[in-house]
């Protein structure tokens, strides 16, 4: 009788999955699909920034305007117009040190006149932070040495006025926020690229004491927001430096916000031959013809612009 070897094991050998690895084709198509959806997404992420931003300057400009307002309230009605010196009343508190700062040695941080126009509605707000433009870079130089908020919301010196030592320049409107005709549709504020504020018209040789007039002359603006294409001329092409976001925001005269595309505020203001007939534009000023004084002297033409045109924008209403 053959014997059993009942005690002898018998395994069977381990199975060994081998991992496969992927092909060179594999890794470049997987890369291709990755590239295609950055480059497909990166864009959207990028408009989705500025969006925000540009939705936070609206809203920045809507707490600005609504201070103005409580301004008006406590100042009969009437836009700040002030000139002189007050030691340490600069919004960048590193220059209230106790040194007057009035002229160009220490610089002008405690000068009272329209470049330091945000001191009048400081106290209404209490942030710094707000009176700057989330899409526009601050200047530096500027904000150390003068107090100065540079590249983010100028006021429109047309509808307050603007005063020095040496002239006082009233707005036709009397420098009030009743004397506007729509005050829902014309603005007192704007970001502007590189500027304090938005100068006034006057012809050359004004008297000391003048009546001012809106900047309201389309081939300046265009200047200013349209590419320039050599000398004084311009494309057709938005300056993305003038209007990071394709437009300005405009805070309005009875407290609200707008967001303006450039070719909509460039179609809403008149040209110079409907708003100043017969007058000339200056040469060129600086950097691609743009003007950063208060008053945009133009020459030739009547004294007074016609007013008698509808351009609500400006504060300017034949209703």
């Known amino acids: 009788m053959r014997g059993h070897n009942t005690g002898a094991l018998t395994s069977t050998p381990p199975v060994i999955l081998m991992k496969r690895a992927f092909t060179l084709i594999e890794l470049l198509v997987v890369i291709a699909i990755i590239a295609i959806l950055a480059a497909i997404l990166f864009p959207v992420f990028a408009q989705a920034k500025v969006a925000a931003k540009k939705t936070a300057a609206i809203s920045n400009q809507k707490q600005i305007s609504t201070s103005f307002l409580l301004y008006l309230g406590d100042n009969d009605d009437r836009y700040p117009m002030r000139s002189g010196c007050e030691l340490n009343s600069s919004i960048n508190p590193a220059l209230n040190d106790g040194t007057l700062r009035c002229s160009t040695g220490p610089g002008f941080g405690h000068s009272m006149t329209w470049q330091t126009w945000q001191k009048y509605i400081y106290p209404y707000m209490k942030n710094v932070q707000i009176f700057e433009h989330p ?17 983010a919301f100028a006021i429109n010196l047309a509808i307050t006025g603007a005063a020095t030592t040496a002239i006082t320049s009233t707005p036709w409107t009397g420098g009030t926020q009743t004397g506007i005709p729509s005050v829902s549709e014309a603005w007192i504020l ?12 006057v012809q050359t040789g004004g008297p000391s004491a003048q009546t001012v007039y809106p900047m309201a002359i389309r081939e300046y603006w265009r200047a200013i927001f349209l590419k320039n294409a050599g000398g004084c001329t311009t494309t057709e092409e938005v300056d993305p430096v003038a209007a990071p976001a394709g437009g300005l925001v405009l805070g309005m005269a009875d407290g609200s916000a707008k967001f303006f595309q450039v070719k909509k505020f460039l179609g809403e203001t008149p040209t110079l031959a409907q708003y100043v007939p017969g007058a000339a534009l200056p040469g060129p000023m600086g950097s691609n013809c743009r ?8 020459s030739g033409g009547p004294a007074v612009p016609n007013l008698n045109i509808n351009a609500p924008l400006w504060g300017l209403t034949t209703q």
């Open 135 to 151: 899409l526009r870079q601050k200047n530096a130089t500027e904000w150390s040495t003068n107090g100065q908020l540079l590249n």
């Open 291 to 298: 003007n950063a004084r208060s008053a945009y002297n133009y």
């Open 190 to 201: 704007a970001e502007l690229p590189h500027s304090y504020a938005a100068p006034f018209a």
